[in-house]
Each structure stands twice: as C-alpha cells, then as structure tokens.
RNA sequence: GCUGGGAUAGCCUAGCCUGGUAGGGCGCAGGUCUGGAAAACCUGUUCUCUUAGUAGAUCGGGAGUUCAAAUCUCCCUCCCAGCGCCA
C-alpha cells in the first residue's frame, strides 16, 4: 500500500504514476473525498470519547463521596448512542477508503519508461548466440535492436509439446483427466532434469548469500492481502474450500509475509532468501494462451529470490537480483533478453520491474522466464514490517526476482539443445553434475 | 482430537481473584555530571488525528455485561505441557 501521509501531502506524484500507468486519477479524488470525512469524523468521534472519559472519572469520584452518580450516568449512555452510530459509520467510510487506498498504485522510479503495451519496453541488452529461423530472423533483429547475436538455422526446431511425448517425458492426456487442462505428468528422466534445476538453483544462490526457505505453500487472507495485489489478483488464486487458505502462486509471498507485523533489527538487514516452492495458479483470463504443453500451467516449481532492505539500498539490489538470475541462464547457456517494463505494463506494487525473456527458437520468440521487481515500500507497509533506526522504525524495501521457474526453463532447454534431428537434447553443461547424465533421448 | 496452562509496549514482568489514570525492570535514545567515559540521576520509548492536546486509541482477535473491562462472561486464533491419533 502506498504512504498515506505522503499521498496527503504531495498528490500530485501518485496522479502523474497513475497516469503514466494508464489509469484515470478517479480513485484518488474518490480517496480525498473518503479521507476528509474520516478525518472530520474522527475529529467528532473524539471529542465526545474526551467528554466521556471526563464524566467516567467523575462518577469515581462521586462514588467515592458517597454521592450520586445517576446524573453523570445517564449523560455517558446518551454521549455513547452518539458515539455508536458515528463509529457505525466511520467504520464504512473506512472500510471503503482501505479499499481504494489499496487499489492506488506504488509510485515509479524515474528510469521506468512511460507507455503503455509490453511492446513498448525497453530492451536493456541481449545475451547469448540464438539459433533463428531464416523466418524469424527480422523478429529477432527487432526483439534485441539489432544487437543480438545469433546463427541461422534451416528450420525451427520442434516443439516441446511435441518433443516431450515423442520421448516419453511427460503424459499430458492422462493429467487433462485427472485434474483437467494445465496440468501434467512429468516423467523420466525430465523429472530428474527438474530436480537438477531445482537443486543447481539452490546451490547457486546459496553460494551468493541467500539463506534457502521452503515454505508454507498456503497462506491466510491476511497474509496474502499484505504480500500483493488482492484486487487484481484473487482471481488467479485457488481458495481452499471451507478454510481461510490460499495456494501460493509464488514463494515470493509466504517469504514476503514471513515477517508479518515484525519490527527487524536494523543490524539484521539485508536479508537475502530464496524460497523453493510449487505455484498454484489459476491463470483465468488466459483461454487460448499457450493451451498445449508446460509453458503455462496451473502448477510448477519455482526457485525465488527475495531481498528485505533498507531504503537506500533497494536500487542496488535490483540490479544484484538481475545480475543473479542473468548469471544463471548464462551458466546455462540459455541466449535471452533483458527487458525495462514500461509504466502501462508494471504491477501495482513494482516502483520498477525487469523481465528476462529466453529465446524459444521453436516459437520463434522471446519469452518470459524471470521478472524481477523492485516493490520499494510498498509491500512492507502492507505487512507492516519495519526496521529499527536511530531515527524510529521505518518500513523495510523488498525486492523479489526469479531465480528458475522449472517448467519455461524446461521448455527453454529442450528448445535450445534440440538436436538437428530431434531425436533429443542435451542437458546444459552446469546441470550434468546434478543430472548425472548429458543427454536426453528416447 | 482431549485436558490443563499461557499471550501485557523491542524483550522480560506486575496488575486479573476483589472492574475505576497499565506499574516496574532490561534494552535503546536524549539530557545532567565528566578532560573523556563508566556509574548515578532525569526525560523519553506503540499507533492515530494538520485545533498536536489537560486529545483519542491500545493489554493475542472478536462479541457481550457495565457509567466504566487488561480485569467479569462467551466465541475464535496461536503458543507451551501432558494424553490420544498418525506418514
């Protein structure tokens, strides 16, 4: 949630980020209109609790002199039938400020580019010699202005949908009976390759800091509504029946959350965390996307990068968390893209986000594989999670970043390392010692 | 799942039986003192409000009784111990 006492001050900064986020300022005016009679009454509310403090204490008194306190009695019954009908109503006018104040998007870091529409982000640089089509190669050139390297190829290699049945790597019909479309039975020797990257993941973030957390892989309301974007996003989440629990789409939020209504030592920061988990995700609005295969599925693996900070040093680590997941794909010798999401395309609670696109020489695209966010304080302040200073407490920064989503990475290395023949592929180099083997084929 | 004991400010703790301004300690910050420090003493320590007050709220959460609830009643959550069940 964004700083009230800074959007009273200075509105015109959350109108211009809302703007350049492609929303009309309407919910900020209708914030104002809340908070000022909030605010009036709240004014009226105290002072009648002031008036019935001063009769409560008179009636000790009285009644320690032996006098009559039915007059003053009767007095706090009337000033409490004015105070419950006015807090009745304060706690809608509440309610619903709390709901709009939520629905106002973070502020934006001055590098983001404005616009709206994913086609119009930045490319900040490309990395790795892609095999392109003959077909693809004017995309391409596009996609990473002109910079990327790349070999043609004669044709586009075939398809992991197709690859993965071909070598008996996953049944995809028999999931689509079981538990219906998106999901899968990943089997041989690719569940190994997915232990591998879970595991390579691991060991590489480890090395770099990050103490490793596996955790709930549910979450109360609270919890969830602290860690992102309810509004939008509890459409996307499976809800566990006759319980307050949601699945996780992401470890990001159970690690977001962990510190939930905590006071952190400003000794103790930063905290680096990778969360190893599934996600759950409904991906309801997105009929006809990627139907057929792993790419897009109700549930995956995923290993995360999460930072809490202090404030200053928020912009430095998103480019840690970048830097980190970049090192990965090209430890694993996966060419991709790096991309600065624009204003129209960014979540409500990233002040800046970057993508990581692999290329899928079998889509003849780019693809996301890692987003990595820099959320400032905007998710700390709605789990209220702080640090002590000198100063007094301050909200904390959090930032959060793929590390290995298994399954597109996955799909990326079957692409990628296709033989000509499409008899197989090879594992990345990095991942042999975890697999234990070198090549996958029928 | 059953029985019992708990939850008070960053931490520890008193108050609860018997309703009437939440007290103390540790830690931290500032001050007095000092050449400097320690000790001692003093002040402060959570949240809200643009009339910043002799203001309001706050004792795990919610509801109730009452003029008044940390305190009494009911419901819920979590923690601890014992018992039961269990991969």
């Known amino acids: 949630m964004i700083d009230i006492k800074l959007l009273r001050e200075s509105p015109e900064q959350f109108y211009d980020a809302s703007k350049a986020r492609g929303f009309d300022g309407k919910y900020l005016d209708e914030f104002f209109k809340l908070d000022k009679d909030w605010r009036d009454n709240l004014k009226v509310i105290n002072e009648l609790k002031h008036a019935k403090n001063i009769q409560s204490s008179l009636i000790s008194e009285l009644i320690k002199k032996h006098d009559s306190p039915e007059s003053a009695k009767n007095q706090v019954r009337e ?20 709901r709009i104040a939520r629905m106002i998007p973070n502020l934006l870091h001055e590098s983001v580019p404005v616009c709206m529409g994913d086609e119009n982000s930045v490319v900040v640089r490309s990395w790795g010699t892609a095999g392109v089509c003959v077909d693809d190669v004017n ?8 910079s990327g390297q790349f070999q043609i190829i004669p044709k586009r290699p075939a398809s992991h949908v197709d690859l993965i049945q071909e070598l008996n790597l996953a049944d995809l019909e028999r999931a689509s009976k079981t538990a219906g479309s998106r ?3 990943l089997k041989n020797r690719l569940v190994k390759l997915e232990l591998a990257l879970v595991n390579y993941a691991v060991d590489f973030l480890s090395e770099r800091g990050f103490s490793i957390v596996e955790p709930p892989f549910m979450l109360t309301y609270r919890a969830m509504e602290g860690a992102t974007d309810m509004e939008t996003f509890k459409d996307t989440l499976y809800k566990i029946e006759g319980e307050d629990l949601y699945l996780v789409s992401t470890s990001e939020h159970p690690i977001a959350s962990m510190f939930l209504d905590e006071t952190m030592e400003e000794n103790d920061l930063p ?18 996307k990627d139907t057929k295969g792993i790419f897009r599925v109700h549930q995956f ?29 090209r430890s694993l010798n996966i060419p991709y893209r790096v991309v600065n999401i624009c204003s129209g395309d960014l979540g409500n609670l990233a002040a800046k986000k970057y993508d990581i696109e692999a290329w899928f020489p079998s889509q003849g695209k780019f693809r996301e594989v890692v987003s990595a966010s820099n959320d400032t304080d905007y998710q700390a302040r709605s789990l209220n999670v702080k640090y002590r200073t000198k100063e007094g407490n301050r909200f904390v920064h959090t930032l959060n970043s ?9 799909v990326a290395i079957m692409e990628n390392f296709q033989t000509r023949d499409e008899s197989g592929f090879a594992v990345p180099e990095a991942l042999i010692p975890y697999t234990g083997f070198d090549f996958i084929s029928k």
């Open 301 to 329: 693996t995923k290993i995360e990068q999460f930072v809490f900070c202090k404030p200053e040093d928020s912009w430095d680590f998103l480019e840690e968390l970048l830097k980190n997941a970049e090192d990965i794909y």
């Open 402 to 410: 793929t590390a290995i989503a298994t399954t597109r990475t996955l």
């Open 183 to 185: 999901f899968y039975y």
């Open 271 to 288: 905290v680096r965390m990778a969360g190893v988990s599934p996600c759950f995700r409904r991906e309801a609005g997105a009929h006809g």
């Open 79 to 98: 000033i409490n039938s004015k105070i419950d009908s006015l807090e009745e109503s304060q706690k809608l006018i509440e309610k619903e400020r709390e």
């Open 139 to 146: 995309y391409f050139k596009e996609a990473t202005a002109d």
